[in-house]
Every structure is written in C-alpha cells, then in structure tokens.
C-alpha cells in the first residue's frame, strides 16, 4: 500500500496537529513563525474553514 493511499481522506489540518504535538511544538508558537494567526492555524487544525 502506497502512502498516499494511507493518508488519503485524512484533512490536512489533522495532520499538521498530530505533527505539532508529536514534535512538542507549542501551536501559537509555531503559527507566529511562520507569520499566521495562530487563531487561523487553529482552525485549519480543527477543519474548519472560512469564507472570504
């Protein structure tokens, strides 16, 4: 089984949360590093999403 077929399905956002806490970043932290609203990252990570 191919890799991408393991994570097909699975949002983005998860992802990126499982990452964040498996490595001990704090997620504020991590969003004001990479210059985003650590409130925009939270939602990508609760998979939400917003309209503009």
């Known amino acids: ?19 964040l806490k498996k490595r001990n970043i704090n997620k ?7 210059d985003v609203h650590p409130q925009t990252l939270g939602a990508i990570i609760k998979g939400m999403t917003y309209e503009c």
């Open 28 to 34: 504020r932290q991590f969003a004001l590093s990479i």
């Open 1 to 19: 089984m191919k890799t991408i077929d393991i994570i097909k399905g699975i949002h983005a956002g998860k992802m990126v949360g499982r990452e």
